[in-house]
């Protein structure tokens, strides 16, 4: 293309004001408050009076182009040509007329099939990440067990009965594309990295040294050329040399499995940002719609809908009881596994008298 | 149709149940779309699918692709099964920078779409992890004639390997009463002004920038962000009395105490014997929570600004960082206020590209060297807002402690 011989133009992100909802554009930092009408339907109300009503809808995050269209059909229709996405691959319809709210939550559900929630305390759509349809380190599909998991959970979607909200995320290796979340499904794997000698690109070797958290990897000749071994007794088995370097595979069909992970918060609400912890381990990775990870979930939730207090994130709910506690409502074993023995160990025993009993 | 489509007993397990399937949509693409190339790509997209679903692996690996002047912004993909499945055995997505907040034009979609269709495969990810428009499936040719056309139009390419990655932000102002900085503008002001670390990936490693209009943090920048914007205040909030006492009415005393008053962490609230609330604004840390329950009676305050939280990012190398507090206010008013945000962040980069080993984040530069050593490096002095507590250990040499303790005083008198 001659277009092409120009040379890019570096815009980079392109001007938000071109984008933005006429009614968001005139009250843009002078809002007064929200009231949510009901799940998936939220009334913004602006200084100025204005009202702006959203309808949130959950997608499937990778859509085909015909959906897309359809999309746009329907703000087209309702919202004067203009839609939104959320973080967590939500579809928001905005319009400045009530009676448009219930002709779009007729056009979503019947032209797109998309649920209506994902609002207040609700299980909001899966934070997740490529898996075998595009990425090149996944050992599970995201995608997939996400398909499955919300199919399970659409009720809570379609409600506002948790607590407070759930974020769940799901990472189809340990890099963990997938954020923080009360909630959150991570690939494990059970042994060292299969070396390719043969296949090994040496271009990288420094980088895939410099990689491995354990300082595991050590530059090694073999057979004449240069390639890498494997330190096995400090391999924790990561897959990080694996992103680095593809003849270091570290995914293995017969053994990987799924762990869940607890209590991730970003928000800075109440006691602050805090990190998710081990739950439970050794969760078969079972497509094509991995029944055992949407079980665990299911009884981490049902948990803490019946235990948690008004406000309190998956997080909070477990400090507040104990993990004792946690450990006997969802059935999930403790082990050895669960005591950290990483860096910042210490921070993480038990240093008082308090135990409950 | 002129070829055979693959089964796929597998994924079809995927198309019951009632969330939207992503294998329906894509299966539609196969058999309805107009374009053959389109039917043929994604039935082979399919048949690969189907094998990591039955084999339980993946079949994709990387590779080298760009377009003409950029190093960075499309992750290639090839097929290591591509015999077996031809027509997707080149299948590259394109990183495309959203506008900040994720707001569309139904034109612009429709436009980018298009162009989409015509030279790739149609497959589009709103929006990928890192905050990117994520065009999955082209093969190399057609990456540069998919670029050069949305580039003709206004749109970016967004980051990937060491380089400044597309940047994220909140709804915000533009529809959201927490907002205490204009998050939009922040977001893009920051990403714009690294346009040739986006494209052109020569950092230690990625450096994010994520804005979040207060501590609620929707769009989770301190835990993934390298450089994280929280909107806060540093005035009183405003407290409307009529609306606390319509709350108090409407839900009780009790509900108000267990769910406002006690969870505040700091214990800044109280409820007045006339079901007016009490709060005192300089124990306040701005949480969120309160105006979260009674968001028509509280509001932030008016003299607003952020929160600059550095050194944020998931697992990889040693575990997950929280941003840490190295501006624990920053004005944003005025032209200058915006100029020296720019200037923060450039030297905050600066700093990180010239002290940080390979592969090492902001944050974990900042473990390694010590956070005292990164403020000298960038200039910022020591506040009691960047830590939770003061040292515990003893064992530690304090030769010029007198001196700064006099530069202590002097910030002091000089605030
Ligand atoms: C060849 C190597 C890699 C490729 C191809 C890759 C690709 C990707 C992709 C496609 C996403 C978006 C996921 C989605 O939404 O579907 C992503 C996000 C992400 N990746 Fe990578 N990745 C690679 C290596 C890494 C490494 C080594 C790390 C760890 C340091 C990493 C950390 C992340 C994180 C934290 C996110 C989430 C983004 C965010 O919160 O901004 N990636 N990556
Ligand atoms: S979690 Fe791992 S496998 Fe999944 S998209 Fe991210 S890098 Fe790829
Ligand atoms: S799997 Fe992890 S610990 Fe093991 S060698 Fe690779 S990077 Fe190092
Ligand atoms: S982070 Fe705060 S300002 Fe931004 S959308 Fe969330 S609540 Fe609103
Ligand atoms: S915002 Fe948080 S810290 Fe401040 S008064 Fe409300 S609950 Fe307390």
Redesign the interface.
Known sequence: MSESTMGPRNQGAPDYNLHLHPMMAKNYGKWDHHERLKPGVIRYTAESGDNLYVVRAGSPRTMSPATVHKICDIADRFCDGFVRFTIRCNVEFSTDKAENIEPIIKAVKEELGFPIGGTGNSVSNIAHTQGWLHCNLPATDASGAVKALMDDLIDEFEKEEMPNRVHISTSCCQINCGSHADISIIVQHHHAPRIDHKNMMICELPKVVAICPAAAIRPKMMNGATSVEVVEEKCMYCGACHGQCPSMEIRDADTDTLSIWVGGKASSTRGGPSQMKLAVWGIPNNPPRWPEASDAVRKILAAYKEGGKPWERVGEWIERIGWAKFFEKTGFPFTRYHIEDGPDALTTFNRSSHVRL | MAFDKHNTP??D??E????????S??K??RD??PSETINKTIND?LGQ?EH??E????????GTVS????GGGI?P?FSEVGKSFPESKE?H?VRV??????????????QL?DS??KYGS??????????NIMF??TDTVRT??F???I??Y????GGAGPCVR???S??G?????M?CL?E?KA??LL??NF??D??RPALPYKFKFKVSGC??????????ADFAM?GTWRDNMKVDQEEVKAYVAKKGRKYIT??VIT???TSALSLNDDDTLNVNNRDC?????CL??M??AL?PGDDKGATICIGGK???????L?GTVVIPFKKLETDEDWESLVELAETIIDFWAENA???ERCGEMIERIGLVNFLEGIGIDPDPNMISEPRQSSYVRMDDWDEAAEAYFARKAEA
């Open positions: 597998m994924l397990q995927l019951t149940g009632p969330w939207p399937s992503f294998i949509g894509i539609r693409m309805d779309h997209l699918l990591s679903y084999t339980r692996k993946g079949y994709w690996k990387g377009v003409y002047g950029y992750i993909r299948f997505t920078q959203p506008p900040a907040g994720n707001h569309y034009t139904t034109a612009m979609l429709r779409g989409w269709e149609g497959l589009v990810t709103f929006h990928g992890q890192t905050g999955i499936g540069q004639d670029f050069d056309e580039n003709d206004g749109w970016d390419l597309t940047a994220m909140c709804i102002a533009a529809r959201c009463e907002s204009n939009q977001h893009r990403v714009n346009v040739d986006v494209h501590g609620n943090d929707c769009q989770n920048a301190i835990e993934r929280l267990d769910n969870r505040c962490p840390v701005r949480c969120m929570h979260n329950v968001p028509k509001h998931r697992t990889l190398k040693i575990g997950d929280m080993l390979e592969h």
